[in-house]
Nanobody
Framework: QLQLVESGGGLVQPGGSLRLSCAAS????????IGWFRQAPGKEREGVSC????????NYADSVKGRFTISRDNAKNTVYLQINSLKPEDTGVYYC???????????????????WGQGTQVTVSS
């Protein structure tokens, strides 16, 4: 069973930065398309970004383009989400997701991914 563990969340002021990490165990990550979703209080989960198995194709929600960067290090079985210029509306629980079969290019931001981590809280507030 693939397990995903997110880390790197926290409380940050508007305009600040964070780097989220997603460490995978159980299976080699290079077979999986990986994504990040988030859920704000009272709102539905939103696809934020995703990355292809080799890391040569990415996709971003319009709300985060230019501020978020997804990357992966398959040798370390880890995926990252660099978040810059944080805004209060970026507040939420951020989930790492993975799937073997969603091999679209670019990858998709629908919540159809099979594997989900437990999430890490990001709070943007002054």
């Amino acid at each position: 069973q693939l397990q995903l563990v997110e880390s790197g969340g926290g409380l940050v002021q508007p305009g600040g930065s964070l780097r989220l990490s997603c460490a995978a165990s159980g299976f080699p990550l290079d077979n999986y398309v990986i994504g990040w979703f988030r859920q704000a209080p009272g709102k539905e989960r939103e696809g934020v970004s995703c990355i292809s198995r080799r890391g040569d194709s990415t996709n971003y929600a319009d709300s985060v383009k230019g501020r978020f960067t997804i990357s992966r290090d398959n040798a370390k079985n880890t995926v990252y989400l660099q978040i810059n210029s944080l805004k209060p509306e970026d507040t939420g629980v951020y989930y790492c997701v993975a799937d073997l079969g969603l091999l679209f290019r670019p990858c998709i931001l629908s919540p159809a991914y099979d594997h989900w981590g437990q999430g890490t809280q990001v709070t943007v507030s002054s």
